[in-house]
């Protein structure tokens, strides 16, 4: 089993919708996540980070976490075609762990116009 | 403000050179990493450094590679000789805590190894 799973997609959704991206994760002790955007081509993009159950909400970004079911997610509202890249979900253990953050495979998005 | 800054952004060298990468860090950053992106494997953690210190090096594919940090603004990473298996972009990263692991990265060197 991996450490971090994403669907690989590719998600397409119409210009507007909500894009819901999905993680699942096996260290039951994590601690933080993370998500990145990456276009093609280009280097990944912190755009959120949760520490806590529930949800945390920046303009159009809300993740969502429940350690219960080891589980994150990234919804996008109001989706347009710039939102159109790959989602890196990445997990952190507890502090004072050696390792560092662990990513998982990226589920890719497309927004069509 | 400047970002964390990585050379050469593109780098192709046939198999058996010497490759050598480098990153300065965000100014302030005490924590930097260095990835390797395949689309096979993903995004890989290949070594870490606090404080100058090299702490977890087991993503480190091979002897072939090493990674160096003198300073608290310049590492590099080093493979020799190189194969065509490394082909790949390389990223470094910095962040400024061991704890929240806000991590910031580089645009990336893209190694293509012939």
């Known amino acids: 089993q991996k450490e971090v799973e994403q669907n690989s997609g590719p998600l397409s959704v119409p210009e507007g919708a909500i894009a819901s991206l999905n993680c699942t994760y096996s260290d039951r002790v994590s601690q933080s996540f993370f998500w990145y955007r990456q276009y093609s081509g280009k280097s990944p993009e912190l755009i959120m980070s949760?520490?806590?159950?529930g949800d945390k909400e920046d303009g159009r970004f809300t993740a969502q976490l429940n350690k219960a079911s080891q589980y994150v997610s990234l919804l996008i509202r109001d989706s347009q075609p710039s939102d159109s890249a790959t989602y890196l979900c990445a997990v952190r253990p507890p502090s004072g762990s050696a390792r560092q953050l662990t990513f998982g495979s990226g589920t890719q998005l497309t927004v069509l116009p | 403000d400047a970002g964390v800054i990585q050379s050469p952004r593109h780098e192709v060298t046939e198999m058996g050179q010497e490759v050598t990468l480098r990153c300065k860090p965000i100014?302030?950053?005490?924590?930097l990493f260095w990835y390797r992106q395949t689309m096979m494997r993903g995004l890989e953690l290949l070594i870490y450094f606090n404080n100058n210190v090299p702490i977890d090096d087991s993503g480190m594919p091979e002897d072939r590679f090493s990674a160096k940090m003198p300073n608290a603004s310049f590492s590099t990473l080093k493979i020799q000789p190189s194969e065509p298996r490394d082909s790949a972009v390389y990223f470094c990263?910095?962040?400024?805590?061991?704890?929240?692991?806000?991590?910031?990265f580089g645009p990336g060197t893209r190694l293509t190894v012939l």
């Open positions: 949760i520490y806590s159950n």
């Open positions: 100014s302030g950053h005490n924590s």
């Open positions: 990263a910095s962040s400024t805590t061991y704890v929240n692991n806000e991590q910031f």
